[in-house]
């Protein structure tokens, strides 16, 4: 069968089973805005999460109230599965507009959504984690309190350097929690996922702005961020998850409205997938984000390209998940 036509049966039989179907090239979600999507892959589903913008063209800040979730089996077709958390989850926070940077791991069959929120009592930026026995909820706070909160850090001034959560959970099971703006940060995780094991540990980086992702192939541990601002998305390279690290290069350059680039890197299908926010959206901007897909293959000696970029976005792909 042509994979025109298998997509063709996937689309249909999502509308037949009630679902919203979002078929899009770049941006992925032509509707509404969308931005700093986390990501993952279970059974042969590829799950996004995003953060909402719902900003007017006239406002001088975010406004986001909700994360949203997205699901597919072929990364061209994406099911809209609602939205799985709010800010107001988290009941030591402020709770309203603030659904901003995230990141999910599953681990002893329990989703684990780590997020940035604005503490309630705490001047600053903080990071809760909330979990569910699924991907697409419901979440509910996994603490009753912070997991980092702006008095735990003091190497920047700011109120925002405690943001933009990556996890990471290696195959000895060791998990980690990166995160930071100027200053990046991380600290192991205790198996419950909900609580540091030692203390918080700074890194020395040329540049570094926000939004650190760590990932592993084939052995070599790759550390990538945004860097400079208006930010390009650049990335490390190490032997270990904590280093030490060797500056590889940009793989994907500022985009020319937003000033922010946040993304996340999933294997699919027996293909490697970046994602990432733009501007592109007519009436995009600063607070009107874009969250946009693109497909890259690694070079032969492991390193990064430079990815660009596309309208089109990747073909489609679709795993054996399409067929059930």
Known sequence: MKLKNITTIIVAGLALAGATVAHAANPLFPKIFTADPAAFVEDGV????????????????????????????DMKNWTDRGVPLKPSAFKWA????????????????????????????????????????????PFVDARGSALVSNDMTRESPIAWDDIDPGVFVDDDGQAYLYWGNTVLKYARLKKNMTEFDGPIVTVGMDRFTEAPYLHKRNGIYYLSYSREFPEETAYMTGPSPTGPWTYRGVIMSKNKVVKTIHHAFIEFNGKSYIVYHN????GGGEYRRSVAVEEFTYNADGTIPYIKQTADGPQANPSPACSK
């Open 279 to 282: 501007d592109k959206l007519p």
């Open 46 to 73: 590829a799950y996004l999460y995003v953060g909402r913008d719902e900003a007017t063209p006239k406002d001088k800040d975010y406004v986001m109230k909700e994360w949203r979730l997205y699901s597919s089996c």
């Open 94 to 137: 402020i709770g309203k507009v603030d659904a901003w940077a995230s990141d999910i791991v599953k681990r002893d069959g329990k989703y684990y959504f780590y997020s940035t929120v604005d503490h309630a009592t705490i001047p600053g930026r903080a990071i809760g984690v909330a979990v569910a026995d699924k991907p697409e909820g």
